[in-house]
């Protein structure tokens, strides 16, 4: 910690995973608006990025309220397979024999690829409601599985200190209970926490694709307002542009997810956690 | 010989057989008295640590007693400081905290433990360090945060896995001579698991000796408990005397049998 290896090499390290990066999208978006004007693309096969960004703001009220219907659908399902995951991970942790009965049908949720159930989902829910628990099906098992591996990852050592100081002499059931969750508090929670910010960031994007998958099944039932919706009718109606403006929103929308994710895994990681060192040390 | 007073703990023809079938320990004798440095000395797997983990009741004997002459109480965890090979230092918490733990499970709040945390802190010599996290520590320093943990509850009796195995010889010379401060200055007695000849006739008052397949103390050396210890004594003609009877005893205990 004393040791304060060149803070401008760190700090030109930085700056070039910012330019490089930036450097290429802009050469990329450079190269395509070339090649479509001197070309004369139709914007009903290619438009260029210009005129992409012309519509995103032409359409922005329609855009934005589709935009707001979809991230709402996304971050409602991302926490309810929080919760969900968490508390279900939590229950597993403690008892055997409801983990043995209940992990399974976990696993077998999240093998079967979600785009065949939301048909089904559709039939038996309303509309909005079945999207919304597309989104929270696959976003729930990375959460759960994580969750998991990160409680059972407790270093044996520690639990045997919990053994030598915490457990009390008499053992009656109530006091074992307690003496679990003591240890869950103290010792599994702070070291499943990385695991688990892991399974959220993945749970995250999953969240978002959820989300369009689901819409998109919807949509083509005939209602739906979401970006996924716009997508497809826009598609329909052979309105190119505005098809990528929907897109455009959607990856900066998972972008966005992603940075706030991560930032809220550095925040909480940073002083003690390995994956959260830098350059120093 | 003048009687002598009861044994702090006694361990009384303990044998430890492991689930799958593994003798670990078979009929071991052991008095710990009070005020005592006891190495267990052996190689590697003779059941040294199992033992250990009997007195602390972290493993129950399959034959044979551990007993507390002395104490009144039937649970004795308030008596015993645990130090594991590892630090076994909790990443997420700071070295505070990290002391604080044993007092936190008995139900101390951070402010009542404030003082006695600072004090073993002082103890090890880490007391500008209570906020550090244990990444940002050296080895020897992480073992001597989980060295305070151990003496935060105020132990009677002090068990030690190997606790300086993984350090440098360096760091482990000036733990050694830290732990024989402490000891001086807490009057607990301590129960030390090495395989190092060097160390345990440094440190110990008496060394007892185990060897493997199974597990049993095959001699028990007196060593000179008043003696200063420091530098002196490293490079006195004592104490490579003192080594060389340990060794030599060692060796013709266990040189028969695959190693």
Request: hydrophobic share 50%; net charge positive.
């Amino acid at each position: 910690m004393t040791t304060f290896s060149p803070i401008s090499a760190a700090r030109q390290g930085t700056l070039l995973r910012l330019i490089l990066p930036l450097a290429v999208f802009i050469a990329a978006i450079g190269v395509w608006e070339m090649y479509v004007r001197r070309h004369a693309v139709p914007p009903y096969i290619l438009p260029a990025p210009s005129l992409v960004a012309q519509t995103l703001v032409a359409d922005w009220p329609l855009l934005s309220a589709s935009l707001f219907v979809t991230l709402k659908t996304t971050l409602l399902g991302l926490g309810l397979a929080v919760a969900g995951g968490v508390a279900l991970a939590v229950l597993l942790s403690l008892s055997r024999v409801v983990e043995y009965s209940l992990y399974p049908f976990a696993v077998v949720l999240q093998v079967t690829p979600i785009i065949a159930i939301a048909p089904l989902l559709l039939i038996y829910m309303p509309q909005d409601i079945a999207v919304l628990a597309c989104a929270w099906l696959v976003a729930f098992f990375p959460v759960l599985s994580n969750t998991m591996l990160g409680l059972q990852s407790v270093d044996r050592n520690l639990l045997e200190l919990f053994q030598l100081y915490g457990v009390p002499p008499t053992q009656t059931p109530i006091a074992r209970l307690g003496s679990r969750l003591k240890a869950l508090w103290l010792l599994r929670a702070p070291a499943a926490l990385p695991a688990f910010l892991a399974g959220l960031r993945i749970a995250g994007g999953l969240s978002l694709i959820g989300a369009v998958v689901a819409e998109m099944a919807a949509g083509s039932a005939g209602a739906g307002a979401g970006l996924a919706y716009r997508i497809l009718e826009s598609q329909y109606r052979l309105n190119i542009p505005r098809l990528f403006a929907a897109l455009v929103l959607l990856a900066v929308a998972g972008i966005v997810l992603f940075l706030l994710l991560s930032a809220l895994t550095h925040a909480l990681l940073r002083r003690w956690h390995e994956s959260a060192l830098t350059l120093e040390a | 010989m003048t009687e002598p007073a009861p044994p702090l703990v006694s361990l009384q023809r303990v044998t430890k057989v492991f689930a799958n079938g593994v003798t670990a320990l078979a009929g071991l004798d052991l008095d710990i008295r009070a005020g005592e440095f006891i190495s267990l000395l052996g190689p590697s797997g003779c059941g040294k640590s199992t033992a250990l983990r009997i007195v602390a009741g972290l493993a129950k004997p399959t034959q044979g007693r551990v007993t507390w002459p002395t104490a009144s109480s039937l649970d004795h965890r308030d008596d015993i400081g645990f130090v594991f090979q590892e630090p076994t230092l909790m990443p997420w918490a700071n070295v505070a905290d990290n002391v604080w733990l044993p007092l936190r499970l008995r139900g101390l709040s951070k402010r009542d433990a404030q003082g006695r945390i600072a004090k073993c802190l002082a103890l090890v010599g880490l007391e500008a360090f209570a906020d550090a996290y244990p990444r940002e520590l050296s080895g020897g320093m992480k073992m001597r945060v989980s060295i305070a943990r151990a003496l935060s509850v105020k132990p009677k009796l002090l068990l030690m896995d190997e606790p300086f195995a993984a350090l440098d010889e360096i760091t482990r010379f000036r733990l050694n001579d830290d732990l024989l401060r402490l000891q001086r200055e807490l009057g607990c007695t301590i129960v030390f698991v090495t395989h190092s000849v060097f160390e345990s006739a440094y440190l110990s008052s008496r060394i007892a000796i185990m060897t493997p397949r199974p597990g049993c103390i095959a001699a028990e050396i007196k060593a000179d408990a008043t003696g200063e210890r420091g530098l002196n004594f490293r490079t006195s003609p004592r104490y490579a005397a003192l080594c060389q009877e340990v060794s030599r005893l060692l060796i013709s205990l266990t040189s028969d049998g695959p190693v």
